[in-house]
C-alpha cells in the first residue's frame, strides 16, 4: 500500500510498481496520447503535426502513437483522409451517431430560419426544455443552458456556493469534470501540476474489484472524513461531485446503488449532490436516461453535456428550481446558450433516442459485449475484471489475478494495436490500464462482434 500515485491528498490505495516509461507517460495524464518518435509517420502526417504544433500550440494532444486524420463520419463508422474506414468504439458526444441525417436536417432547417439567444420570446427553447424536464424524476424542475460540460459545472459550483454558503467541494481521487479555473481545481485527473483548491478533498472512488468490501458505506465513511476535516479547517461544505460512471476513475458502476449512503451524507451535511452526468447521460448507461437513476438517488443539481447535442457544442444544468432564487438576485446570461439552433438539436436528439430506441440498444449490446468479454476471459488470463452499465464498458487488464498488479504496458501497447486495425477505444482509470468502450448509441450487435473479434485478435497476439 502506498499513496495514490495521483496524490492530491493523503489517499491510501494499492500501488504497483509501473516502469518509469509508463510513468512518464502517466503523469502527463493522458496515458493515451501521441508523443514523436514512437513509430514512423508519413511525410504529411509529419507535416500536418508540425502545422498544428505551431499553430494550436502544447497543450493540446492527439490520441494513438498513430495520430489518425479523420474527415468524415456515418454511423458508428469515421472515415480517414484514404476513406478507410474506422469502427468508433469510443466517441459518446455523437450520441446517437454521427452526422445523423434526421439531425443535421434537424440544424440545417433552424439555422436557415433565425438563431439569436434567450432574451427574446421562442418556442424552440420551451419545447426543448419541456422535453429534456420529461426525463428527470419529478423534484427536477428547471434547465440552464450552456455550452460546454465545464461551463456547465462552473453554474453549479456557483450555485452550490450561493445556496449553502459553503466553500467546500468533494470529488473522487482521479475525477475530471472540466477546464475553467474553478472546475479544474476539482478535477485530480488534471495531475498535480493543477492544484486542488485548500477547499477540495478527494475521496477514493468506490472500486468493487480492488476494494470489494462494503462499497456504498466506504464511500460514505470516506465522505463523511472529508466533511469533517472541512469542518476542522473551517471549512463549511458546498457541495459533493460526482461523473456518476466515474469514466475517469475507471469505469465504475456496480453495485448499482453504491451512493445511496454517500449522497445521504452529504445532504445530511446541509451540502448538495452534483450528479455530473456529462459523461453518464443521455440513455448511455443502459434502462434510464440518467446514470444517477441507477443509484436511485435525486441529486440537487444535475449537470449535462457532451451527448447532449449530438456533437453540437450543448450542454447544461437541470435541477430544484428553488436553488436559482439566489442567482436570479443577480442574472444568467449566455450569449449563445440555448439557441435557437442548438434547441432544435437538443431536441432531434431527445427525439431519435426515443424513436430508436437508443436506451434499450445500449442496455442490449452493452450487456452482450459484458458477457462475452467474460466468456473470452476465459481464455486470455489478462482479462481482470469486465465491469460498466449500457454502453459504457470497461475491461480491466492484470498480469496476475490474484495480484492484480495492472497490466498497464499492455493496455497501452492493445489501444494502439486496436487503432491500427481501424478500431477506435482508449484506457481509463488510476494504471491506466482500464480499457474504455463507449461507442454511438447505436451500436449494434454486428458491430459488437466486429470489436470482440478484434479483441480476441489482438489479446492472442500479445
Ligand atoms: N464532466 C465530465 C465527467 C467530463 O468527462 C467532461 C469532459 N470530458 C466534462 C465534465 C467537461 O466537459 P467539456 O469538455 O464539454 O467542458
Known amino acids: 500500500m502506498g499513496e495514490s500515485s495521483y496524490g492530491t491528498n493523503t489517499i491510501v490505495v494499492p500501488q504497483y510498481q509501473l516502469p518509469s516509461a509508463i510513468i512518464n507517460m502517466m503523469k502527463a495524464y493522458l496515458p493515451n496520447h501521441f508523443q514523436p518518435g514512437q513509430v514512423q509517420l508519413t511525410e504529411k502526417e509529419k507535416k500536418m503535426i508540425s502545422r498544428r504544433d505551431s499553430l494550436l500550440g502544447p497543450a493540446y494532444k492527439l490520441f494513438y502513437q498513430q495520430p489518425i486524420h479523420i474527415i468524415r463520419g456515418k454511423g458508428v463508422w469515421l472515415y480517414d483522409a484514404d476513406d478507410k474506414p474506422y469502427l468508433d468504439a469510443y466517441n459518446n458526444v455523437p450520441s446517437v451517431g454521427h452526422c445523423h441525417p434526421r439531425l443535421v436536417k434537424a440544424l440545417e432547417m433552424q439555422a436557415g430560419k433565425l438563431n439569436t439567444h434567450t432574451r427574446y420570446l421562442h418556442d424552440g427553447i420551451l419545447d426543448y426544455a419541456n422535453h429534456l424536464l420529461s426525463t428527470f424524476p419529478k423534484h427536477i424542475n428547471n434547465i440552464m443552458l450552456t455550452l460546454s460540460g465545464s461551463e456547465a459545472n462552473d453554474l453549479a459550483y456557483r450555485i452550490a456556493k450561493q445556496n449553502t454558503g459553503g466553500t467546500g467541494f468533494i470529488v473522487t481521487n482521479l475525477a475530471y469534470h472540466g477546464g475553467t479555473d474553478a472546475i479544474a481545481s476539482l478535477s485530480p485527473s488534471l495531475g498535480n501540476n493543477v492544484n486542488l483548491g485548500t477547499n477540495v478533498r478527494s475521496v477514493p472512488a468506490p472500486d468493487l ?190 498480469k496476475n489475478r490474484k495480484t492484480k498488479e495492472p497490466a498497464t504496458e499492455e493496455t497501452l501497447r492493445i489501444i494502439n494495436e486496436f487503432r ?43
Open 209 to 398: 474489484y480492488r476494494c470489494p468490501d462494503n462499497v456504498g458505506s466506504t464511500l460514505a465513511e470516506n465522505v463523511q472524513a472529508a466533511i469533517d476535516d472541512m469542518n476542522r479547517h473551517g471549512i463549511k461544505p458546498a457541495a459533493m461531485i460526482v461523473d456518476t460512471i466515474f469514466s475517469s476513475d475507471g469505469i465504475l458502476a456496480e453495485p448499482a446503488g453504491f451512493l445511496q449512503d454517500a449522497v445521504k451524507v452529504v445532504q445530511d451535511a446541509g451540502a448538495l449532490f452534483i450528479a455530473d452526468e456529462v459523461q453518464a447521460g443521455f440513455g448511455r448507461t443502459g434502462k434510464h436516461w440518467w446514470g444517477f437513476q441507477r443509484h436511485d438517488i435525486k441529486p440537487d443539481i444535475v449537470t449535462m453535456g457532451k451527448g447532449m447535442g449530438g456533437g453540437h457544442p450543448m450542454a447544461g444544468i437541470a435541477l430544484r428550481a428553488e436553488l436559482l432564487n439566489q442567482l436570479a438576485k443577480s442574472r444568467y446570461f449566455n450569449t449563445t446558450g440555448g439557441n435557437p439552433v442548438s434547441s432544435a438539436v437538443g431536441k432531434t436528439v431527445l427525439e431519435i433516442i426515443e424513436n430508436e430506441k437508443l436506451i434499450e440498444n445500449a442496455d442490449r449490446v452493452g450487456n452482450y459485449i459484458k458477457t462475452a468479454v467474460r466468456m473470452l476471459a476465459e481464455r486470455h488470463n489478462i482479462i481482470g475484471d469486465v465491469r460498466g452499465a449500457g454502453l459504457y464498458i470497461g475491461i480491466e487488464l492484470v
Open 420 to 462: 491500427q486495425k481501424r478500431v477506435l477505444i482508449s484506457t481509463s482509470g488510476t494504471y491506466a490500464n482500464v480499457l474504455k468502450i463507449r461507442p454511438p448509441l447505436p451500436f449494434n450487435k454486428d458491430d459488437a462482434d466486429l470489436f470482440l473479434g478484434v479483441l480476441d485478435e489482438v489479446l492472442s497476439a500479445l
